[in-house]
């Protein structure tokens, strides 16, 4: 491929003249080795434009993250929505598992008792996902319905 940080001709020759290149929509342009990288991979917390070529992680404090993203705070850096209030600490300090009372839980994503979000397949499925198990009650109300129907009550 054109412009995009590997040499796949002879002599680098698909690499030359990168600064005269426009990134496809959806890709973003390094600064130093005009390297064209997806628009998720700036300010992720990787540098991702190649050798000696930082640009994709400067300013990231100013930069906004793309819709579907969700802005850790330090490092300034963005992460899928689903990783939100998901149990697992994806941001430096865990500040994407604080304040899970006041999050909308993305779709495709059940919310446990306790405020955090879990994938609607993890629900009922005999594991608990959710730190206070709330997702895993069901199989109770489950189980005790089918006893009942299976005794005739």
């Excluded at 992720?44 to 819709?67: A, I, K, M």
């Amino acid at each position: 491929m054109v412009c995009d940080g590997v040499d796949d001709l002879w002599g680098n020759a698909d690499e030359q003249d990168c600064y005269k290149w426009n990134c496809a929509p959806g890709k973003w342009q390094c600064l130093h080795t005009h390297r064209c990288i997806g628009v998720d991979r700036v300010c992720d917390g990787n540098f991702n434009c190649g050798p000696y070529d930082e640009t994709d992680e400067e300013s990231c404090e100013n930069r906004t993250c793309l819709e579907g993203m969700w802005k850790c705070q330090s490092p300034p850096e963005c992460i899928p929505e689903t990783y939100v209030c998901d149990v697992d600490f994806d941001c430096d300090g865990g500040t994407d598992e604080r304040n899970c009372e006041n999050w909308e839980c993305p779709i495709g994503r059940w919310k446990c008792e306790d405020e955090r979000c879990v994938p609607h397949g993890d629900v009922c499925d005999g594991r608990e996902k959710c730190p206070d198990a709330s997702d895993e009650k069901c199989i109770d109300t489950f189980l005790l319905s089918f006893v009942k129907f299976s005794i005739g009550q």
